[in-house]
């Protein structure tokens, strides 16, 4: 329960003794006391949001603390960081205790909700451009991705350890593994589909490598605005997609066709989690993009994740494919570009985890 910081096992043992017994989680009261104890070491405003920003990254630099707080103070705020009791010094950089980063963040949200969505815009206006400087493949929580696991709805979707996976262009030797995916993991009838798109010009194919060889997970992201009457009949819910945006089918539209992860999906799976990141990161990187349908297995489950990342329902853009239904949900990147969705999506996260009045 106390992640092995030494003040919060202090203080459980405290509670222990009192009441006689642990609790199931730490309490408010836990926290607040971790919150005080570290923002009571920051001797000045500088020094408090240089902790605030440390607390919404899993790694913070000089860099960052020069974007966001100060670029003639950063090496000094980077020091006086570095030598915190809940600070570890890691080869990319710093990071603050599970525990403390969770407590300043919540009760930054709570004094000051206006500042505290401000700083996160901030942190996360440094890391996009780090992101589109970045190379197409590499870790799929580089950059934005891992920024949304601050964001509640999304964070209950994001597992320990998914800094493994990598996303890849596919080789040649990889085509046996990505067809065994695609066999567990969809429909005998989406198969079919699958396999039309699988050498197609407009299609997109990429892989998830655990530690950057092992496939686990492979996606397939359709350009709709390159396909023509050929490739009409073949698969019946890119048919319906195509008849449903109609006029707005002009620019960059893409289709996250199919994403296969290995062993069940799901928000615990590790290699599903990956392929979501892999999706986000082309939101933010991807120039010129215009309509974003992602196709849905089992839309009834993810329907309310959909509809807080701002994706609405394509009605009549549903299927059911040897009895699993599928379904289809769309943002318009033209009409709500990236930062825009961003900002959206974590003031209305920050709205609903406020306490209502009554």
Known sequence: MGHGHPLTLTLLAEQAHRGGGLPDELGADILEVLMRRCISQAPDAAHRRALRVACLVDRVTEVLLARTVSAEHAP??????AAQACVRRLPDGLSVHDLVREAVTADHRRRDPEMA????LAV?????????????NGPVTTGVARLLRIVPVFRRFFVEGVERYIADTPAPADRDAMRALIRQGLPAAEQRACAHWLDHPAARWQVIREDGERVCGVSCTLRLDRLDAADRGVDPL???????????????AMMARFSVPEGERGPRNPSMNALQCNQARSWAVEP?????VVASVRPERYEALFRHMRFAALPGCEAVADGVAVGCF???????????WFEEVTRAAAAHAQPQAG
């Not at 969505?117 to 996160?120: A, D, F, V, W, Y």
């Not at 010129?288 to 974003?292: E, S, T, Y």
């Open 76 to 81: 000094a705020l980077y020091d006086w960081l």
């Open 117 to 120: 969505h401000e700083l996160l």
């Open 124 to 136: 996360f206006g440094f890391l996009t451009g780090r992101l589109r400087a970045a190379p197409a």
């Open 238 to 252: 890119v048919d319906r997609v195509l008849d449903a945006l109609g006029p707005s089918l002009r620019g960059k």
């Open 288 to 292: 010129d993009l215009g309509p974003w």
């Open 330 to 340: 769309l943002h318009d990147w033209r009409a709500e570009p990236w930062e825009r």
